[in-house]
């Protein structure tokens, strides 16, 4: 079955750094766009990155252009998002997603937050 992984989530000062990772199994992980996700409390979910299967190309929401950077992994299963100069509204927990077979599938997701 479909399996997302995420970890790297942690208490981190504004202006800090943080890497996310996720990783995928259950699937052909290198034939599927990934995706992060985050949602703070109170708020929906909000879109974070998105790459394409070879990893060629990569999109942001506008809140983290700039500062964040998705990569992945084919031969690990795994996506990443390095997270750059933090701030305190980045506070939430991250997913990551994949589409398959007409369902999204989401990992558990882990927590960032970011305090002084």
């Known amino acids: 079955q479909v399996q997302l992984v995420e970890s790297g989530g942690d208490l981190v000062q504004p202006g800090g750094s943080l890497k996310l990772s996720c990783a995928g199994s259950g699937f052909p992980f290198n034939k599927y766009d990934m995706r992060w996700y985050r949602q703070a409390p109170g708020k929906e979910r909000e879109f974070v990155a998105w790459?394409?299967?070879?990893?060629?190309?990569?999109f942001y929401g506008d809140s983290v252009k700039g500062r964040f950077t998705i990569s992945r992994d084919n031969a690990k299963n795994t996506v990443y998002l390095q997270m750059n100069s933090l701030k305190l509204d980045d506070t939430a927990a991250y997913y990551c997603?994949?589409?398959?077979?007409?369902?999204?599938?989401w990992g558990q997701g882990t927590q960032v937050t970011v305090s002084s």
């Open positions: 997603k994949v589409h398959v077979s007409g369902v999204d599938f």
């Open positions: 790459i394409t299967p070879p990893g060629s190309s990569t």
